[in-house]
């Protein structure tokens, strides 16, 4: 049951950092590498604040994403104008860097060895402790996730940024503020991913960089794109099946590691071959070219 | 003075390493006009390719390392002919390639990591790290070497480009690929050509930085992000550009490393990229970067 419910969490986190990415990436049509970083961000954030202050889950969750838009208005504020592969890379270098500042910034993050021993949270007195506590915050933190991303799409916000993927120039004709509109929803999306950040370093009471790398940020992205871009809920389909994948291979009798590259191996190979047999994903309506092509 | 000399060993070491890594991404970019991502699989297959003949199988070096770029490039003809040519075929626009590019870099990587372990390895040869002094500057064999067959190479690379015949049909293919069609040359295998020659430079890097820094299935990351920042500082329009883009990264780098701690390297590549973007955004939108399709 422990064990379950451990994944139910687990799944609950990546449903969020894959609908939060899909409302950059399949709704603008902004591919981003970026997301695992944002989720450590939010994380480290999170757990220096437990570590350093008393403040609730509720602040830590905050903070968690004030900084992470602070430092994706770092990204966005030099790439968000330009081409979709010039952006891609941008985001690809930020994700290394973060990375590597967590890896190597040893007085602050601990370095290589993490943060161990993050304090319980709660949330208006209320201490979570079991994996129950944290598989019903993360269900209600998902469920919040989605709306928001749901209401945000289907606003007047959220159609400037399809028009934006269809014809970002026709779109600043008609007078929108195009790369306003991208730079919102490139913090929102980073914020949200920080949010689940929050809610992992609570979760593990332990984090460290090895689960913040480039290979997370192509995860999210595989699930988002496999699951089918811009739909909300293929993002999600995509976030169940990558994360239970290699738990329903370690079931039967492949080992832990193993299943992680074996789950690697099938999302890497997945992604050429969604893009050339199915572009909409496994629910998606759109193809891949008709949201991404050049001109 | 040893400082400055050091300083500028230390930039030309890096440099080297860097301007071949970028020659080998910008030859393939000039005639594709996609970031390659898979060029990050193609140099971890060929260092561990090297790994598995010389240290795993006992083949002598001097064997082994050709057969390594040899796989190096077979491996990125593979990737571009049963990879990419179908995906062209259907039209796919260059960020469609790079998603595709990215979900095979990953499943390569995962391969390596199953096939020979997820941690470092290490390839040693006898001499290589004796050390070399010369005008206050001190480095090894291995790190001469570098030097001497990265600037081998791209003098080769240039003269092959604009002398020889599959040099010119790159050219032309990157140039105008439409109009190489109606002058009856064959896209394809000129891109392919391509490919193989670009991974071939690639694998001569990963080689040399197996024996330098050692091998891990994660290795093809950072190279590639050196590759594709030299390519971005070099121009995108000329393969050899890319090479004075890393060479320049690598003096950077270098110079940043005598000021910061040596571990902030990294965001030292970064920190260029995201100026350069910040500073010449015009030539990243559109333009040169949608004209693949």
Do not use: C
């Amino acid at each position: 049951m422990e064990y379950l419910l451990h994944i139910v969490v687990v799944i609950e986190i990546f449903a969020i950092l894959a609908i939060s990415l899909d409302l950059v990436a399949g709704q603008a049509g902004l591919l981003s590498l970026s997301h695992a970083a944002f989720f450590g961000i939010g994380a480290y954030a999170s757990a220096l604040l437990a570590l350093h202050g008393t403040a609730g889950y509720l602040t830590e969750m905050v903070v968690a994403m004030a900084t992470a838009i602070a430092a994706s208005l770092l990204v966005s504020s030099s790439s968000i104008r330009l081409h979709g592969e010039y952006f891609l890379i941008a985001t690809f270098g930020f994700q290394l860097i973060v990375f590597s500042v967590l890896n190597n910034w040893t007085a602050v993050t601990g370095g290589p060895s993490g943060l161990p021993g993050i304090p319980g949270a709660s949330i208006f007195g209320w201490q979570l402790r079991s994996a129950l506590d944290f598989a019903a915050v993360g269900a209600l933190q998902l469920a919040i996730v989605y709306l928001v991303v749901r209401l945000m799409v289907r606003s007047p916000f959220g159609r400037v940024l399809r028009a934006i993927r269809g014809d970002e120039a026709f779109a600043q004709s008609l007078g929108k503020n195009t790369v306003g509109v991208k730079v919102a929803a490139f913090s929102a999306s980073a914020a949200l991913a920080a949010s689940a950040g929050t809610l992992y370093a609570f979760f593990s009471s332990y984090i460290d960089p090895t689960s913040f790398t480039i290979l997370d940020s192509v995860l999210i992205l595989s699930m988002v794109l496999i699951g089918g871009s811009g739909t909300l809920h293929g993002p999600l389909i995509g976030a169940v099946v990558l994360v239970t994948l290699p738990e329903l291979l370690r079931q039967v009798g492949i080992s832990g590691e193993l299943a992680g590259n074996l789950r690697q191996l099938i999302y890497g190979a997945a992604l050429p071959i969604v893009i050339a047999f199915r572009p909409k994903g496994l629910v998606g309506r759109s193809g891949l070219d008709g949201r991404f092509g050049a001109k | 003075m040893d400082t400055v000399a050091q300083l500028v060993a230390n930039g030309l070491i890096a440099g080297s390493g860097y301007g071949l890594l970028g020659l080998s991404l910008g030859l393939i970019y000039a005639t594709t006009h996609f970031f390659h991502f898979a060029h990050g699989a193609v140099y971890t297959v060929a260092a561990y390719a090297a790994f598995a003949f010389i240290a795993l199988s006992g083949l002598d070096a001097w064997l082994g390392i050709p057969s390594a770029i040899a796989v190096a490039a077979l491996f990125g003809a593979a990737v571009d002919g049963f990879g990419y040519a179908p995906l062209r075929r259907r039209g796919a626009a260059p960020l469609t390639l790079l998603v595709a590019s990215l979900g095979i870099f990953v499943a390569v990587q995962a391969v390596l990591s199953v096939a020979f372990g997820p941690g470092v390895q290490r390839l040693h040869a006898t001499g290589a790290d004796a050390p070399v002094a010369l005008f206050g500057a001190r480095f090894t064999v291995l790190q001469s070497v570098t030097v001497a067959l990265s600037a081998g190479l791209y003098a080769l690379t240039f003269v092959a480009l604009h002398h020889s015949r599959s040099g010119r049909l790159m050219r032309a293919v990157g140039s105008d690929p439409r109009l190489a069609l109606i002058y009856g040359i064959e896209g394809e295998r000129v891109v392919m050509l391509s490919f193989a020659a670009g991974s071939a430079l690639a694998g001569v890097a990963a080689v040399l930085a197996a024996y330098d820094t050692g091998l891990r299935p994660s290795m093809g990351f950072n190279a590639l992000l050196v590759a594709v920042v030299a390519v971005v500082v070099g121009g995108v329009r000329h393969p050899t550009g890319a090479y004075w883009g890393g060479m320049t990264l690598g003096f950077v780098q270098q110079i940043g490393a005598w000021v910061l701690p040596s571990q902030w390297q990294d965001v030292i590549v970064y920190a260029i990229l995201i100026v350069l973007l910040f500073l010449r955004p015009a030539s990243f939108r559109g333009g040169s970067a949608s004209r693949a399709e």
